[in-house]
RNA sequence: GGGUGAUUAGCUCAGUUGGCUAGAGCAUCUCGUUUACACCGAGAGGGUCGGGGGUUCAAGUCCCUCAUCACCCACCA
């Protein structure tokens, strides 16, 4: 098969893709240990982004990479519901119609959602597969599958029979927009401007950043040890408001900060974190007086159905009116709970919600973790892990929309304190024992599924090879939110941690090194690059230079680089192809020149130096060493070399171990490759074997690490000379006796002769006796760089002499290493007597 | 207010348990059409590894401290 001379990626790589999934090269396959991984599902209505090119492009490489270590390897593929953020998506578009969620049913709404991401999900399989994902596509899992669905109801049970779940009213953090609660760490704060506004309140002045929440007070409180104050604890007293005097009971809490405003706090525990844990130690009822929707309910009096915003207006006026309203803080600044989504401040709101008892589960977790029973890239995050789980707070698991599992609970209509757990969900009132009991109509958040997300694709316990899985790779940013919670719930379901290992990728930053993000217009589109570059290229600029854990900026030079090496690979292969012809040649790994040995000693170091880095998950290493045995090793000096003598099977062998080397990283263009070899026949690279290069002589390749240097510093001549042609002269070297023409090819000389005797410029850095033929005039310029030369030699040789003076070193340092220092020492006063010699001579 | 991470060449970043001349890609400069590749070849320049201190025979790497940036966590009304 004819190449032509550039890679074009865009020719191959649906076909290479549909080849490898036809084959069934993505199943597991073999007897070797299982190497499981789960996908984190993307949002099945996600659109594609930059984000998903990284973390397919690492998982890729690993799955890739041990399927050829003779693993038995499952990727799982998966997709997520995202319940609240579909919604959103989906709430738009009806935005666009005129219409909204609140116009339909629960069940409509679900319905019209599923249908909405059914056709998305596809369209986004398919640029899974475009992004080179080998992934098992026949265990591809929904978090709205059925069985999904039944895993987290009998988990929801288990936690129910063993008390660990509970309803309660809690005050939650709520979105009036989406009018939905939030677990406490899914809320965004935001430092703003909030006034402060000094009220009089019966004898006390008190501050307060939402004054139109008075109408919930059920207290005030002050520091118990305020001398200010301290009277009044216990007591009721008469507060004038804006409709007139009532009373209220102050209460002494350490919570207060006696240096904050004026020491006095009023406590509104249905709309305040805080005053609503002051509430439960002082045993204070809760007056709610915001609604879902956000505006004010009959306990405002004449502010009923204003706006928050509107109301505290209202209520300011109102008090300035009543010459309640002292001053005002303009400036003061807090942080304030916004919606992810559309930046609604979020309400602290009374609702009646499912709680897990997170204190409980996270107990074994911090244990697993602490006991190192799972391994963190990067290690950091354990501890931040640990930190996390040991603080953690109850997890508020309802969430009131319609896209989602629903909650497998029934309330008894007559006794609203009486719940039973019960999977018909698709009734909405059920009768047993006589009673009637009405479905809890709020969902799961998406986060209880998906966090039993490795024991439910796995098929645990029915499957048990499979679970724990091996790794676990996903972005740092949601460690809490995800990583954290598989841990505490998989110990809690199967008494196994989920996985063994857990590999965190920094976040995709914008060009500029900023967070990418829709409004600022920096968001990178991987679709055009793709197109541009091909999937490899990006894959490998996205990979290049990046570590666990840490947040890399996008680099556009990286794919460049990325496909450049592509186009280098596919060269090689074009020219090793050209030299084999029709010939019948396998590869084999007999080496006959030195360059045949050297060249074996580069790819095992290679292989070897890959499978390190890799066991570490150091991709960036591994790659380099790929990049730079291929482009270095094998392109510019071996195939250089082969130009003097070629050994066919050789030939065939180094082109067959650098496609297995570089596949994990550039799957499409080394598999593109093997197809058009003559001795792959109709295997597939994505299922060979991780090349095992054997020891090369170490005498053979010494004689082409000579020969290097040789060509290295003719090179470095007629570079600084611009010598254009040179003959090279030598006397007493058997090397060039035998390698004379290698040396003339590589070096670009117009000859390599044996003399007697002559004069010329001698090469220093080598033991031979050899010189270029220079006139006298080119000599003498070159004899100012030779002082450089032996400057820095000195230098050089004066750092080595003083480590070897020092007793403690040779006395402490390893003896290889002292060993090295002295060799060093030797070839560098060696090189500095020829040098010298060169100089004398021109003198 | 706590915590974590970052600070290495012009830019974007690597650098495993401390080990000697600190690397890569891209960019820059010089030269180059020798039977793969100009998405190329041969070379060059460019870094007191954020500042200061300490431990050690030896520090980009470990410890302390300061500075700047980023992220996470926290109940300041």
Aim: with cysteine.
């Amino acid at each position: 098969m004819k190449l032509s001379s550039k890679y074009t990626p865009q020719e191959y790589e649906k076909d290479i893709y549909a080849l490898w999934e036809a084959s069934g090269a993505f199943s597991p396959k073999g007897k070797g240990d299982p190497f499981t991984v789960v996908m984190p599902p993307p949002n099945a209505n996600a659109g594609l982004h930059i984000g998903h090119v990284l973390f397919v492009g690492i998982e890729d490489t690993v799955v890739r990479y041990e399927r050829m270590q003779g693993k038995r390897v499952q990727w799982i593929p998966g997709a997520d519901h995202a319940g609240f953020e579909t919604q959103v998506v989906y709430e738009k578009q009806l935005a666009k119609e005129g219409k909204s969620r609140f116009d339909f049913t629960r069940e409509e709404l679900y319905d019209q959602v599923f249908d909405f991401v059914a056709g998305n999900r596809e369209r986004f399989n398919d640029i899974f597969r475009q992004l080179g994902a080998s992934c098992d596509w026949e265990n591809f899992h929904f978090t709205l599958d059925q069985n999904t669905i039944d895993v987290a109801y009998s988990t929801f049970e288990k936690l129910w029979k063993d008390g660990l779940i509970y309803r309660g009213e809690r005050l939650v953090n709520y979105c009036t927009e989406h009018r939905t609660g939030f677990a406490d760490i899914e809320v965004e704060y935001q430092e703003q401007n909030s006034p402060l506004y000094y009220m009089q309140y019966g004898p006390f002045e008190l501050a307060t950043t939402r004054p139109e929440t008075k109408f919930g007070d059920t207290a005030v409180a002050v520091h118990p040890d305020d001398e200010r104050y301290k009277k009044y604890i216990g007591q009721t007293i008469e507060v004038e408001g804006i409709n007139g005097p009532f009373e209220i009971v102050v209460v002494g809490d350490e919570m207060v900060d006696r240096e904050f405003g004026t020491g006095v706090v009023k406590i509104t525990p249905a709309h305040d974190f805080n005053d609503w844990e002051v509430a439960q130690r002082h045993n204070l009822q809760a007056k709610r007086v915001i609604n879902h929707d956000g505006t004010m309910n009959h306990e405002a009096g004449q502010f009923e159905g204003m706006t928050i915003a509107d109301a505290r207006k209202a209520v300011v006026k109102a008090l300035k009116e009543k010459g309640l309203l002292l001053r005002i803080d303009e400036k003061y600044k807090n942080r304030v709970g916004k919606c992810y989504k559309c930046g609604t401040q979020i309400e602290p709101m009374l609702l009646d919600q499912w709680f897990i008892d997170m204190k409980k589960l996270a107990k074994p977790a911090i244990k697993a973790l602490k006991d190192k029973k799972i391994e963190f890239y990067p290690e950091a995050k354990r501890a931040q892990t640990i930190e996390y789980l040991q603080n953690v707070k109850d997890w508020n698991i309802s969430r009131q929309i319609a896209w989602g599992i629903p909650i497998p609970a029934f309330q008894n209509v007559d006794d609203p304190d009486e719940w039973i757990f019960d999977t018909q969900v698709e009734q909405h009132t059920i009768e047993k024992d006589g009673k009637t009991y009405r479905r809890d109509p709020d969902v799961f958040d998406t986060w209880f599924s998906s966090g039993q997300w490795p024991f439910i694709t796995t098929g645990y316990p029915n499957n048990k090879d499979t679970y724990p899985t091996q790794l676990m790779e996903t972005g740092v940013d949601i460690l809490y939110q995800w990583v954290a919670r598989m841990i505490c719930l998989g110990l809690y379901v199967t008494g196994k941690i989920p996985f063994e290992q857990v590999y965190l990728h920094g976040m995709m930053r914008a060009t500029d090194g900023t967070k990418m993000s829709k409004s600022k217009g920096n968001v990178v589109d991987p679709m055009p690059i793709i197109d541009e570059y091909g999937t490899d290229a990006l894959r490998l600029g996205v990979l290049a230079g990046r570590s666990a854990g840490e947040s890399a900026a996008y680099d556009p030079s990286k794919v460049v680089a990325g496909r450049n090496f592509c186009n280098k690979l596919w060269n090689v292969a074009r020219y090793i192809e050209s030299v084999i012809g029709d010939s019948k040649v396998k590869p084999e790994a007999k080496p006959k020149s030195v360059a045949d040995y050297w060249v074996l000693h580069e790819l095992q170091q290679a292989s070897e130096l890959m499978q390190k880095s890799m066991a570490d998950y150091r991709f960036s290493e591994a790659y380099e060493t790929v990049y730079h045995v291929i482009w270095d090793s094998v392109a510019d000096w071996y195939i250089e070399a082969s130009k003097q003598s070629k050994n066919e099977a050789m030939m065939a062998y180094v082109l067959d171990t650098i496609l297995r080397l570089a596949h994990p990283f550039a799957p499409f263009v080394t598999e593109t490759i093997w197809q058009t070899l003559r001795w792959t026949g109709d295997s597939l690279l994505i299922s060979q074997k991780w090349p095992k290069v054997g020891k090369s002589k170490k005498s053979e390749a010494a004689v082409f690490t000579d020969i290097q240097a040789i060509v290295a510093e003719i090179r470095l001549i007629k570079g600084e000379l611009k010598l254009k042609k040179t003959s090279l002269y030598y006397a007493d070297s058997k090397t060039l006796d035998e390698y004379g023409e290698l040396v003339k090819g590589l070096a670009g000389l117009d000859g390599v002769s044996k003399v007697e005797d002559g004069n010329g410029l001698h090469l220093t850095q080598t033991d031979h006796k050899a010189w270029l033929d220079i006139d006298r005039e080119t000599r003498e310029h070159y004899a100012s760089q030779l002082k450089t030369q032996r400057e820095e030699l000195e230098k050089r040789l004066e750092g080595l002499q003083k480590r070897l003076d020092n007793e403690s070193y040779v006395k402490n340092a390893p003896k290889e290493l002292v060993k090295e220092t002295r060799d060093e020492l030797k070839e560098t006063k060696s090189s500095i007597e020829r040098v010298e010699a060169e100089i004398k001579r021109y003198a």
